[in-house]
């Protein structure tokens, strides 16, 4: 093998030309290559170039400041953006929402699937995954903007089966980041949170004859890595690139932890205990839908407080929680570290892990609620002015086996509190939630009833059922009236049960609940 190049970032920079198709690495602020996409930017802003850029990503990128994926936000630099989640860059979610460049939000499990089709060389992604949302062609097939013109996915029928097809495409660069390198160019990434996609994207980009440029902490001696350690084979390397210290943290502005990566284990007491809030209700209810040994993925938002719980509850050992970039059982960490876990059993790539959820491996999920339609359909990628991005949601809700919506039944400026197993309203929430028609339709009411998919709404004040005739009320929170708590904050009429029931009272005491003795 021959020693590999190494680069300053600034060369490296050098070597994406204009036109180019750029992907780009990380998993929200986690393994990001903010030394190469640094330089990058700079570039642009002295020379302006490279310019008319195609700019493609799985998991969201960065931190809401200018890192990640907002330095490609710039006019002129970008003309066309492909991404998975959008939250995490808001100047480019700003270039889409102006129509300033074209805009595709595609299934971030697809995304993860597409590197290694590209890869095989293969015609694209064939799947289920999306029908009937919003990457469907027929409801917009992800297009974000009205300069966005060119159909990426087409419906395609197989032996009687509708599927998408999601068309393959070069990727003339990629940029990643990894942990040591040797001089032969193998990198390993074991000081990551995991591998992410990193071997997949550096294949598709070689077998694309473009260049891959990677982002290292150090060079090491060749053939002194452990060869089951190196994810992105030399073979595979055009250039190398050492980054400053601050761009090698393993989460943005986080120090490295060991117990994100499985070198050691911490100490795990308890996972501390929560106000008696509306989140902790919705918790509560949310977590007597654990079948036993369940397998898992939680949400951000209400559906993170189900781990305290469930730690409460003394009901933990009942689940396994997994997380989309790859780890499975351990803690999942948020914010910056959004996508790490620590003390997993094991860490798989994040393909491979988008592999068993959309195979249906899921036993429940439970995701965050936003716009409801009568009909079941949810939205939680875009909302007027503001671009989220569906993530991997479309993946996770479609298949599996149960999901669960958590959220508030109402938003901004909500209140509430508990009186002797009753909820109280103290202040409504200004937003409704429960809307005639989503703006974007991240989840399908209607393909999950037609595979017969069991799905739960549930609010701190009722819980809904989606059943054929659409979202159905099948229990009331004690303490709420139907009429003017319930039915006058949605604006539609929902379905009403004629077992309509209340819901369990334990949930709206401050004592524990008994869920194991259950």
């Not at 600034?10 to 030309?17: D, F, I, K, S, W």
């Not at 699937?113 to 062609?137: C, E, Q, S, W």
């Not at 595979?236 to 943290?249: A, P």
């Not at 159905?472 to 309509?500: C, N, R, S, V």
């Amino acid at each position: 093998m021959k020693k590999v190049r190494i680069l300053s970032a600034e060369e490296a920079a050098l070597l994406v030309q204009d036109g180019d198709t750029i992907a780009t690495g990380g998993f929200v602020s986690c393994a990001c290559p903010e030394t190469l996409s640094t330089a990058l930017e700079k570039r642009f802003l002295e020379t302006g170039h490279p310019k008319d850029l195609t700019l493609f990503f799985a998991a969201g990128q960065g931190h809401r400041d200018g890192t990640g994926g907002d330095h490609y936000g710039y006019e002129g630099m970008v003309k066309r953006v492909i991404g998975g989640h959008w939250d995490r860059a808001p100047r480019l979610g700003e270039l889409a929402l102006t129509n300033k460049i074209e805009a595709y939000n595609l299934p971030q499990g697809v995304i993860s699937h597409m590197y290694r089709d590209i890869a095989a060389h293969n015609i694209g992604t064939i799947t289920h995954v999306g029908l009937k949302t919003f990457a469907d062609p027929r409801n917009g097939g992800g297009k974000l903007n009205a300069c966005t013109k060119e159909d990426l996915v087409k419906v395609v029928n197989i032996d009687g089966h509708e599927r998408l097809l999601y068309k393959a495409f070069p990727i003339n660069v990629v940029f990643l980041r990894a942990s040591y390198c040797d001089e032969f160019g193998n990198c390993t990434v074991h000081r990551e949170i995991g591998p992410l996609d990193v071997t997949a994207m550096a294949q598709a980009c070689k077998n694309s004859g473009g260049r891959v440029i990677v982002q290292v902490e150090k060079i090491v001696q060749g053939g002194s890595l452990d060869p089951k350690l190196v994810a992105i084979p030399g073979i595979y390397v055009d250039s190398v690139v050492i980054g400053s210290d601050e761009d090698n943290m393993q989460c943005l502005g986080m120090p490295y932890d060991g117990a994100l990566t499985g070198e050691f284990r911490i100490p795990v007491d308890a996972i501390p205990s929560i106000p008696l809030d509306a989140k902790k209700i919705i918790a509560r209810r949310a977590a007597m839908e654990l079948p036993p040994d369940a397998i898992v993925n939680l949400g951000t938002g209400a559906p993170e407080k189900i781990a305290n719980v469930a730690a409460e509850e003394g009901i933990s050992d009942s689940m396994t929680l997994t997380v989309e970039a790859g780890s499975i059982a351990g803690i999942p960490y948020g914010g910056t570290q959004f996508g790490a876990a620590a003390n997993a059993m094991c860490i798989i790539p994040h393909n491979v892990q988008f592999d068993f959820y959309q195979g249906g491996g899921l036993d429940v999920a439970f995701l965050g609620l936003a716009e409801t339609a009568p009909n079941g359909d949810l939205n939680v990628s875009k909302f007027g002015t503001r671009l989220a991005g569906a993530g991997g949601f479309i993946d996770i809700t479609q298949n599996a086996k149960k999901v669960v919506y958590c959220g508030t039944f109402t938003a901004k400026g909500l209140r509430t509190a508990c009186e002797n197993g009753k909820l109280v309203i103290t202040q409504e929430g200004s937003k409704k939630k429960f809307v005639p028609q989503v703006e974007h339709i991240t989840f399908s009411g209607d393909y999950a009833n037609e595979v017969h998919q069991p799905v739960l709404y549930i609010t701190e004040r009722a819980v809904f059922e989606l059943r054929p005739e659409g979202v159905t009320l099948i229990e009331i929170a004690p303490g709420i009236d139907l009429q003017t708590q319930i039915l006058d904050q949605m604006d539609f009429k929902p379905q009403i049960a004629e077992e309509l029931i209340m819901m369990d009272e334990r949930i709206f005491r401050e004592e524990k609940m008994g869920l194991a003795d259950c």
